[in-house]
């Protein structure tokens, strides 16, 4: 959410040229991430949350991505907030591999149980 509030700060200073354009997306792929998160969090399962994590971490790519370019168009610093993105993608990628390790845990059926 850090990360979120960051982007809506940088991207208020581009160009009003720019606001149906690199400003919503980079919004849009900032909010993304917590949502995501969230969304899946929020499941019940553990296969979707993992599902919404690799969403998130898409996210994370696409933000990556329009924050070099607007880099390079000039419209922020060198390296703005990549460093966080690269912690944020670390902590999603080890959250993801704690989920794929857990044992899946099966429970009994209401209708095969022996307390029928």
């Known amino acids: ?31 993304s991430i917590p949502s995501n998160i969230a969304e899946g969090a929020a499941r019940h399962s553990r296969k979707e949350f993992i599902q919404f994590l690799h969403v998130a971490s898409g ?36 959250l993801l591999r704690s989920l794929k390790k857990q044992p899946i845990t099966h429970h009994p059926s209401p209708i095969t149980s022996s307390t029928a």
Not at 9 to 24: A, N, Q, V
Not at 81 to 90: C, G, V
């Open 59 to 94: 996210s994370v790519a696409e933000l990556e991505t329009q924050l070099v370019l607007a880099s390079r168009m000039g419209f922020l610093p060198t390296n703005t907030a990549l460093t966080q993105i690269e912690e944020i993608r670390k902590m999603l990628l080890g």
């Open 1 to 31: 959410m850090n990360l979120a509030t960051q982007v809506y700060s940088l991207t208020s200073r581009f160009p009003k040229g720019e606001l149906y354009g690199l400003t919503s997306q980079m919004r849009r792929s900032a909010v």
